[in-house]
């Protein structure tokens, strides 16, 4: 079958990668890709946001299932859009991805569900929110309603600073329509956890624990990036929590999605705050993170484009899903200057030396191919990724292929996995 991934990053790039090695996939369409996708499938210029000139690529080209990688084109109706054309599409529709499209629509569908999540209030009037602030105190956390590339969370220690936030937000619009609306949220204490599962409607099937490394540099010392690293398993969710996990975050959000006549399908992404009362729901997300994906999909067993059209028809089976019992790292390797203003086009060499290890692949992130070369188009430029059979085997091979590539003022963290490592001792 002739299958279209849609977007453009390190994520796509996997997903690519493991829908390549499926046997049913005859053709492969990434729009609009990157350098690394290109050597998989065709490239298509079209952006991840234009649904209607992805519907009408399907259409031409016969596709068979259509992969989204990214939120964008699920919020504004990529599924809906397909499914009138009966092509099945691997994602939610537009009022299931509103989970992650709004977080004020992702706490009423939480509290409905009964998903233990922060305390709450939602606001449309910025001095409401200001004597709500008053009254709670802080530390407290300030959250626009909509989509803001990662960027509308404020952790605020004074109730100033909140303030400051609900202000930029609401009333200078940093964040566009996205921040005109604002949650403010209990401040919670913790590690965090990523916690995927495939969905069909009904189904879920939980995918191994991960955790992200959101801050940029290391210690999570620094600005709040896209993530500058993942692994799993990620012990702080041992294997024999995932089914009652399950049970807890995913399987009531898909009776009450289902309910309401619009069935999750796709993947459910729930970010978890491990706190000392135990685990709250932190945010939803439709998609795969990235990079979470690189290393679940490195260490995945199973015949990626089965489980994505079985989840997109509502005929997903556990036993399609396996995995490798190895660990997987990834590091990403960013420009100097990301997650803020950085340098693009710079050469990068040496991704052939580091994939001369057979357990290890660099993911392309901001790249682009130019003649016989690979040069930087992006802040996360490549996700190195590595098996081991250990997470600190595979994590001395994510940092060995890491140091065996470059380009001008590369940065990376270099402490991914440490605190999965630290936790397997004990400390
Ligand atoms: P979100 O987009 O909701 O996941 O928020 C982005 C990041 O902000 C999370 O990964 C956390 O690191 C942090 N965060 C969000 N909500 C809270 C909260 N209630 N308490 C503490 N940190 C939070
Ligand atoms: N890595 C976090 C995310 O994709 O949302």
Redesign the pocket.
């Known amino acids: 079958m002739r299958v279209l991934l849609v977007g453009s990053g390190g994520?796509e790039h996997a997903l690519a990668w493991k829908l390549r090695q499926s046997p049913t996939v005859s053709e492969l369409f990434i729009a609009p890709g990157n350098g690394g996708t290109a050597g998989l499938g065709h490239n298509v210029p079209i952006a991840d946001s234009d649904v209607e000139g992805l519907c009408a690529f399907a259409r031409e080209k016969g596709v068979a299932l259509t992969v989204a990688g990214p939120e964008l084109p699920l919020t504004l109706g990529l599924t809906d859009a397909m499914d009138a054309l009966g092509i099945p599409c691997f994602g939610p529709d537009k009022y299931a991805a509103g989970l992650e499209g709004s977080k004020a629509f992702a706490k009423e569908v939480m509290r409905q569900a009964g998903v233990p999540t922060a305390d709450f209030r939602v606001f449309d009037d910025p001095d409401a929110a200001r004597a709500y602030l008053d009254q709670v105190g802080a530390p407290v956390v300030v959250k626009a309603d909509g989509l803001a590339a990662?960027k509308g969370v404020v952790v605020a220690k004074t109730v100033a600073e909140a303030k400051t936030a609900v202000s930029d937000m609401m009333e200078k619009k940093m964040y566009g329509p996205a921040g005109e609306r604002v949650i403010v949220e209990e401040a919670l204490c913790g590690e965090e956890a990523?916690f995927l599962a495939f969905c069909d409607g009904g189904t879920c099937v939980p995918m191994t624990a991960c955790q992200?490394h959101?801050a940029a540099y290391d210690g999570d010392k620094g600005p709040n990036t896209?993530?500058m690293g993942?692994y799993c398993p990620a012990p702080i969710l041992p294997e024999s929590d995932y089914g009652r996990m399950a049970d807890m975050v995913f399987a009531p959000i898909l009776r009450v999605l289902a309910a309401r006549g619009h069935p999750f399908r796709g993947v459910l992404?729930a970010?978890l705050m491990m706190t000392e009362k135990g685990p709250l729901v932190l945010?939803y997300?439709v998609?795969?993170?990235?990079?979470?994906?690189q290393p679940l999909l490195a260490r995945l067993r199973g015949d990626l484009a089965e489980i994505m059209l079985a989840c997109a028809t509502g005929t997903l089976d556990a036993a399609m899903v396996g995995w490798s019992r190895q660990s997987a790292v990834c590091v990403v390797m960013a420009a100097a200057g990301y997650p803020g203003s950085y340098q693009k086009g710079m050469e990068i060499t040496g991704i052939d030396l580091a994939e001369a290890d057979p357990d290890v692949t660099v993911f392309q992130a901001g790249t682009r191919r130019e003649a016989r070369r690979i040069v930087t188009s992006g802040g996360r430029v490549l996700g190195v990724t590595a098996l081991g059979e250990d997470l600190g085997a595979a994590q001395k091979r994510a940092y060995a292929a890491v140091s065996k590539i470059a380009f001008d003022n590369a940065f990376f963290r270099t402490d991914i996995g440490d605190k999965g490592l630290r936790r397997e001792a004990g400390k």
């Open positions: 994520r990662g990523s992200d959101k896209g993530g993942a992404y970010g945010e997300n998609r795969f993170g990235d990079p979470e994906c």
